[in-house]
């Protein structure tokens, strides 16, 4: 089982391009979450999905962030015209469904805007 | 609305003294309660849950129901255990909430 995969690890774009992160969960796990960690700070959710499906967009910022879960392929964070504050580390993880399961994280995403 | 807190950022620590880092939690009902680890460079691990009361790495948490805690203990700490400690409750909503987490620092 190859865990969560994330790709690309690193990723470096200019003010106003267009940044797409892109997250495998486990095989078998039906839930993705994406996470954002800045410098000093801890996890900050952002959105949590199933396959096809927003459950809670909570933690999105209400301008330029996207994301989706396919039915087929990976789940994918979108954040279009990137700003120098996007910069961030971000986080999927999966899940199977229910409580007390706890997620398995992938390796992260280092965006970093130019 | 929900909300973690882990009071220290940062704990220093001597090899083979013992070790707490606080949590306290607020939520509505009872939630799940998680520690998840990061060594450096490496992907956030879960290090133990407490719905199945285990112990991994010689590391324990105690739920205080009365005082919404969930410090994770470990009497005799270790190098290697050096690392950023998260603390996440979990509610009906199944996402998990984290702390801002504390680094760890074990020093021979």
């Known amino acids: 089982n190859a865990g969560v995969m994330q790709n690309p690890r690193h990723l470096v774009r200019r003010r106003g391009q267009e940044a797409r992160l892109r997250c495998s969960p486990m095989?078998?796990?039906?839930?993705v979450y994406w996470y954002r960690q800045l410098p000093e700070e801890g996890l900050k959710f952002m959105v949590y999905?199933?396959?096809?499906?927003?459950?809670?967009e909570s933690g999105m910022p209400k301008e330029r962030f996207s994301a989706e879960f396919p039915k087929e392929g990976p789940s994918i964070l979108r954040i279009q015209q990137v700003v120098r504050g996007d910069s961030a580390a971000y986080f999927c993880?999966?899940?199977?469904?229910?409580?007390?399961?706890?997620?398995?994280f992938g390796s992260g995403t280092r965006l970093t805007v130019v | 609305a929900q909300r973690v807190t882990q009071p220290e950022k940062l704990l220093s620590v001597f090899k083979g003294a013992p070790v707490e880092l606080k949590c306290n939690y607020s939520?509505?009902?009872?939630?799940?309660l998680f520690w998840y680890v990061q060594y450096s460079r490496q992907r956030l691990q879960l290090l133990l849950r407490?719905?199945s009361r285990e112990s991994i790495k010689g590391f324990t948490a105690d739920l205080n129901k009365g005082e919404t805690s969930f410090h994770l203990k470990k009497p005799f700490a270790q190098e290697e255990d050096s690392a950023m400690y998260y603390c996440?409750?979990?509610?009906?909503?199944?996402?998990?909430?984290f702390g801002k987490g504390t680094k760890l620092t074990v020093n021979p």
């Open positions: 999905l199933q396959k096809e499906n927003i459950i809670d």
């Open positions: 407490h719905i």
């Open positions: 939520y509505s009902g009872s939630p799940e």
């Open positions: 095989k078998g796990h039906s839930h």
């Open positions: 993880a999966s899940s199977p469904p229910g409580q007390g399961f706890g997620y398995t």
């Open positions: 996440a409750p979990q509610g009906g909503s199944e996402k998990l909430v």
